[in-house]
Nanobody, 126 residues
Framework: QVQLVESGGGAVQAGGSLRLSCAAS????????MGWFRQGPGKEREFVAA????????YYLDSVKGRFTISGNNAKNMVYLQMNSLNPEDTAVYYC???????????????????WGQGTQDPVSS
């Protein structure tokens, strides 16, 4: 059974940085697609970033391009989200997600991912 556990979240002031980590376990992830999503107060869950576990292709939500970076460490089964220049609009619960199979055009869809972490709360104060 695949499991994802996020860590590294917390409160931060506007302009600050956070690095989220996602530890994956339960199987080999070499053929998986990995993503980060977020859900702000009163909002639907939205795509933030995605990476192909093998190959390193990455995709981002337009509003985080240039500020956030998704990366992975295959040897450690870890995925990271480095978030810089945070602003209050980034306040959300952030979720790590995994989907079996390669990264494809539907990468921003919630239903492309079948395993989710528990989420980490990241409030950004102004």
């Amino acid at each position: 059974q695949v499991q994802l556990v996020e860590s590294g979240g917390g409160a931060v002031q506007a302009g600050g940085s956070l690095r989220l980590s996602c530890a994956a376990s339960g199987r080999t992830f070499s053929s998986y697609r990995m993503g980060w999503f977020r859900q702000g107060p009163g909002k639907e869950r939205e795509f933030v970033a995605a990476i192909a576990w093998s190959g390193g292709r990455t995709y981002y939500l337009d509003s985080v391009k240039g500020r956030f970076t998704i990366s992975g460490n295959n040897a450690k089964n870890m995925v990271y989200l480095q978030m810089n220049s945070l602003n209050p609009e980034d306040t959300a619960v952030y979720y790590c997600a995994a989907g079996s199979g390669p990264l494809r055009a539907r990468y921003a869809r919630v239903d492309e991912y079948d395993t989710w972490g528990q989420g980490t709360q990241d409030p950004v104060s102004s």
